[in-house]
């Protein structure tokens, strides 16, 4: 379907019928491989100029597998997030070019090439609990061509850990800082750099802490300028983190 849509588009470019601009938009649209249960998005690094990205909580090791073929038939890298490591062992064992990623939960198939971006892309997290969601945009930003560094473990308890990693701090071009109990560090390290700052509430800590539903909060009434993302999306924050590094 994609192919007979891409050659009726430049059939008619060919014939006049068509300028080589409403061929361009029309190729913007179009292309998706269809595979019955899912419809993969192969354009998307043409439209938005970063790939699709395949969330694999809540699907199939079937499904997954059919997922990763369409993107290695075509050559392209693959990120799969939030899968478990029986899911990603068996994906790693189909594509023995890929890697899991424990505790960051992802299966990523990643050709080496020259980091892109404008700057460093710090991430940060207020304790090791915090880790895996961490761990996730930091895999996530390496995924999307970021010169990438992390900081782990300086969170509001024994804030002179942080102010230690200064140089590292002022080094970075975008910071995400996942954090969870009151959600505070993002607040902090907004208060004392000059870079877009990208807070990722965790759903880590005891009861009042409500999975998560307290740091968001108190992220979203930050006194310092941050950006939000939802509770343990360290992915998000990392695609978004990608995007003002390529500004």
């Known amino acids: 379907m994609i192919d007979e849509k891409v050659i009726e588009l430049l059939s008619a470019v060919a014939d006049g019928k068509l ?45 997954l597998l059919d997922i990763v073929g369409s993107f290695r038939q075509k050559d392209l890298d693959v990120l799969v997030t939030r899968i478990g490591a029986g899911d990603g062992e068996e ?24 980091a892109e971006g404008k700057g460093m892309v710090l ?3 207020a304790g090791t609990s915090d880790a895996k969601v961490a761990e996730e945009a930091y895999q996530t930003s390496l995924f999307f061509g970021n010169d990438t560094e992390k900081l782990y473990d300086v969170g509001v308890a024994g804030i002179h850990r942080l102010f230690h990693n200064m140089e ?71 695609y978004y983190a990608t995007l003002i590094n390529r500004l």
């Open 19 to 63: 300028s080589v601009a409403d061929a361009y938009e029309g190729l913007r649209h179009v292309p998706y491989d269809d595979l019955g249960h899912s419809k993969i998005d192969h354009h998307r690094l043409l439209r938005k100029g970063v790939q699709e990205v395949v969330f694999g909580e809540g699907k199939s090791l079937s499904h």
């Open 91 to 114: 994906l790693v064992r189909a594509y023995p070019g890929g890697e899991y990623h424990a505790d960051a939960r992802c299966f990523t198939i990643r050709k080496e090439r020259p």
């Open 123 to 125: 991430i940060v997290s």
């Open 168 to 238: 590292t701090l002022r080094r970075a071009r975008v910071i995400v800082v996942a954090a969870g109990m009151e959600g505070a560090l993002p607040s902090i390290i907004a208060g004392i750099v000059g870079v877009p700052v990208i807070a990722v509430p965790t759903s880590v800590g005891y009861g009042a802490s409500f999975s998560g539903l307290t740091a968001l909060l108190a992220m979203l009434n930050s006194c310092s300028t941050v950006a939000v993302f939802n509770i343990d999306n360290g992915f998000g924050a990392a």
